[in-house]
């Protein structure tokens, strides 16, 4: 009979109660959709330790929640693992340049401080006896003239920072400045996600792993990017991939912006493009040219100047862009607060005058 009654009243989808909540579930996934539109999704992509994390940290510093204590206390074994493995590696690489040259022989009074090191695990608290050890190795020539020659091997970039100050880090009671957490290094695997909000504006950022490894996991990143900044060590011109020591770090960065500039997937989408660690590179082009690069050896300008270099290079990678889209490039130094707010203005411009233009908002 209910049956007969709710046909014969041609109510055949459900009590009105139960049209109301259907209206209000309908509104509430519009209202998502809509949410979820009004994120401006942007992506780090980049070859391996171009400073992509690095990049990443600095904006959650400036632009996120920032970092607790608690979280900088959390990077503390982190650095003790790079100054660790950053000293281990240069007594390694002093032994093979001392197998054909004499000068790279470590001071005989180090034997016990070299041992200890040598023997030490990255994941070793580090305390006032290790610091002690790093420091008395640091001071070493050898040690030093091993270190000059770190493009011919892979060290931390952030080695030297670290060694300088290394009587701070072994303190029981310390705990990593921002800077210091800026400057760790752990190699990015998978995606990690942040989120945060600058002038009413909400951004959602992934930073992705740049070694080959990793990056068949980027793809799925790919849907409704509002933004790629694509990130670049301008300074790796003369350093070999970590995973390839036979590739040119500058050369891999460059045949991967062809990749990403020309994709299809990014075919509407803004590229930002970050050569990054200028700091690096303005003191490097002092003693070696940008020509030892087999992709910059058509360089003729004069060999230590900064803005005629980084002119150059910045020509070299735009001319890997055949569509049609504009490619907007900065000098960065993602360890520098201010040069990274500064360069994401015109990041925020440029995401802000895209999202106008796709609702037709504008005329450019």
Not at 48 to 66: C, E, N, R, V, Y
Not at 118 to 145: P, T
Not at 244 to 257: C, M, P
Not at 311 to 326: A, G, H, S
């Amino acid at each position: 009979v209910g049956m007969g009654l709710c046909a014969s009243s041609g109510e055949s989808f459900g009590t009105e109660a139960e049209r109301e909540r259907d209206r209000q579930l309908q509104k509430e996934l519009q209202r998502q959709n809509q949410a979820q539109e009004e994120i401006h999704k942007l992506l780090l992509l980049g070859a391996g330790q171009s400073g992509k994390s690095t990049l990443f940290k600095q904006m959650i510093a400036l632009f996120g929640t920032g970092f607790s204590e608690g979280e900088r206390e959390s990077y503390r074994p982190i650095i003790f693992g790079n100054v660790i493995n950053s000293m281990q590696t240069l007594i390694e690489q002093a032994e093979v340049f001392a197998e054909t040259d004499q000068k790279y022989t470590l001071d005989s009074k180090l034997k016990d401080d070299k041992e200890e090191i040598e023997n030490a695990r990255s994941d070793d608290q580090l305390d006032e006896k290790i610091a002690g050890h790093v420091e008395r190795l640091w001071a070493d020539r050898a040690i030093k003239m091993t270190f000059d020659r770190r493009a011919e091997f892979q060290l931390n970039e952030s080695a030297a920072y670290y060694f300088d100050k290394v009587q701070e880090l072994g303190d029981p009671d310390y705990v990593p400045s921002e800077q210091d957490l800026l400057r760790s290094r752990s190699r990015t695997t998978g995606v990690i996600e942040n989120n945060f909000t600058i002038d009413g504006n909400h951004f959602q950022m992934f930073d992705v792993g740049g070694q080959r490894s990793e990056r068949k996991k980027w793809i799925h990143c790919f849907e409704k990017v509002s933004c790629v900044l694509f990130v670049a060590a301008i300074s790796a011109y003369n350093q070999r991939l970590f995973e390839d020591n036979s590739t040119n770090r500058l050369v891999e960065a460059l045949d991967l912006f062809e990749e990403v500039a020309n994709s299809r997937w990014f075919q509407h989408t803004s590229i930002v493009l970050f050569l990054n660690k200028r700091d690096i590179f303005m003191e490097k082009i002092k003693a070696t040219p940008i020509t030892v690069c087999p992709a910059l050896e058509r360089y003729t300008g004069p060999a230590s100047d900064y803005e005629e270099t980084t002119e150059y290079i910045i020509d070299v990678f735009l001319e890997k862009n055949t569509t049609d889209k504009t490619i907007h490039p900065h000098l960065t130094c993602a360890t520098d607060k201010n040069n990274v707010n500064l360069v994401f203005d015109s990041v925020k411009e440029t995401v802000m005058k895209k999202s106008l233009e796709a609702a037709g908002l504008t005329q450019y």
